[in-house]
DNA sequence: ACCTGAACACCGTTCAAGT
DNA sequence: ACCTGAACACCGTTCAAGT
């Protein structure tokens, strides 16, 4: 059966989110991803960079993981579904989570739900120009809010998260109505 | 002169901002730190709980230097002056901005600046009830955006920013004025 | 091709000891 | 009260060497 490779970098990969999961950001390191692996930790850079790209993968990873709505179901109830998936991602991964708004949105995975969000809100009638502004507006919202809500920057009981989304919510409803009628308008 | 300490907090704080400024996170250490104050890191302990403390040290010292827009100024231009504060710290401090979205918004340096934003609102004549809501939503759009752009996650031109930004100015004049309408009819 | 041994230049943090 | 010496248990990363 000849030689084979004893890891790749998936299951590097794996075990770093493994790790991340259990012991947040600091647990992942090179030695305790080898470690859990068998392996000593130069062997991991035959399939990642260095640290960083180990990181970018388990964002990847955590990008990709995330169920896309059905496109047959409302718009509002495709953008809800996503926002909760956020927020579950944000609670599992609370340290490494954070990243996403600080790494590059073009990644395969990323474009995925950018892609996502965007029919929404096509499909919401939303003017074509407003698209792709009003897409990172609620991408930035929702990793802002989830991230919040994960670390715990709010302080207070997790009711004013639900509250402060139902406004969100409220208001994301009249913004889409008034641009409509604003392109109506033009 | 009796016995005086070589060096307090502030000054530890001031070095360590300075460190993250020329080379970002990685760049503060202890030791760097140290070196850079004359002394062996051992003696940092003692004006700093850990490292973690060190760096919300350096984040109430961001927070503290923005200056507040004169509460004479129209709420537009006060929201507008804050946001561009926002963003000229993101860029100066590319890896330590981020940390703020992760770290209770209950320090007095977070509070000053969310009262800065409440009463901003207040005086757009945003509904009482609102206001919190508002101040939450803007302050993490806020904190994501400058994130984003300072980190390149939108990876496009320069001016897509810009083009987001005057995007939302125009929804949050809308968005004010329809709140009112809507607390005028109840 | 893939993993290991040995080595380098660091880390954060403690504790008892010095002044 | 404040800083230091010595020490501990780690880090990420390299490079040549093994199979």
């Known amino acids: 059966m000849g030689r084979r490779a004893l890891i790749d970098r998936t299951v590097v990969l794996d075990v770093a989110a493994e790790l991340a999961e259990d012991g947040g950001f600091a647990a992942v390191t090179m030695q305790a991803v080898a470690e859990r692996l068998g392996v000593t930790p130069m062997a991991l850079y035959r399939h990642v960079n260095d640290k960083a790209d180990l990181f970018d993968g388990v964002l990847e990873r955590l990008l990709l993981e995330i169920e896309l709505p059905d496109e047959s179901v409302a718009w509002q109830e495709r953008l809800r579904v996503l926002a909760d998936a956020a927020r579950a991602t944000a609670q599992r991964h609370p340290e490494?989570?954070?990243?996403?708004?600080?790494?590059?949105?073009?990644?395969?995975?990323?474009?995925?739900?950018?892609?996502?969000?965007?029919?929404?809100?096509?499909?919401?009638?939303?003017?074509?120009?407003?698209?792709?502004?009003?897409?990172?507006?609620?991408?930035?919202?929702?990793?802002?809010?989830?991230?919040?809500?994960?670390?715990?920057?709010?302080?207070?009981?997790?009711?004013?998260?639900?509250?402060?989304?139902?406004?969100?919510?409220?208001?994301?409803?009249?913004?889409?109505?008034?641009?409509?009628?604003?392109?109506?308008?033009?």
Do not use: Y
């Open 96 to 186: 490494v989570f954070p990243l996403l708004l600080q790494r590059p949105s073009t990644t395969p995975g990323a474009l995925r739900i950018r892609g996502a969000i965007c029919s929404a809100l096509r499909d919401a009638g939303l003017p074509e120009d407003d698209v792709p502004h009003a897409e990172r507006l609620l991408s930035t919202l929702a990793v802002g809010f989830a991230t919040s809500e994960a670390t715990g920057r709010f302080e207070g009981p997790d009711e004013a998260v639900e509250a402060d989304i139902a406004f969100l919510r409220e208001l994301l409803l009249d913004l889409v109505e008034l641009r409509r009628q604003a392109a109506a308008r033009a």
